[in-house]
Each structure stands twice: as C-alpha cells, then as structure tokens.
C-alpha cells in the first residue's frame, strides 16, 4: 500500500518599509530541491514582473519590478506555494 502526504505550507505576506518588496512567513522549513536553487526559486523568478527572491530561515522576501502591481502578481504566487 502506497500513501502519498501532501503538506500544506501556510504562508503570511507582509509588507515591508520598501513598497516593491514582500516578506513571506513560512510556517516550515523548505528543503534545498523546494527552496534556493530549486524549484521554488525557479517558479518564483519566472513570473514576470519579479525581480528577486530571497531565502532565509523561515521566510523569503519577493521583490517585484517598480511598474508591476502587487494585485497582478499575489495569485500566482500563492498558486505556486499550492502545488509545493
């Protein structure tokens, strides 16, 4: 018998001092094939309009292009986190 886990990552978006940057809480830890040179950060980068993502403990931190608009760009963020 085969059971297949799917975990749900929780996530929070909070803003920062800069307007084109997010944080994003994570409420676990991500292996280095999701995160960092992964997966993840692959996704992440090819949405347009995103210019960087940064990963710590915890958290990562999306900085978005001046002329892109948050509202545009939230969904297929999270669309992304959903299918981790």
Same mark, same amino acid.
């Given at each position: 018998m085969i059971f297949i886990l799917k975990y749900i990552i929780n996530m929070e978006l909070i803003d920062t001092p800069n307007p084109n940057a997010k944080k994003i809480l994570? #409420?676990?830890s991500l292996s280095n094939e999701d995160s960092k040179d992964g997966v993840l950060e692959k /996704?992440?980068?090819?949405? $347009?309009?995103i210019s960087s993502v940064f990963f710590g403990p915890g958290f990562l931190t999306i900085? /978005? #292009? $001046? #002329?892109? /608009?948050? $509202?545009s760009i939230i969904e297929d963020i999270t669309n992304i986190f959903d299918k981790l």
């Open positions: 994570i #409420d676990q /996704k992440l980068n090819s949405l $347009e309009g900085l /978005k #292009d $001046e #002329d892109i /608009k948050w $509202e």
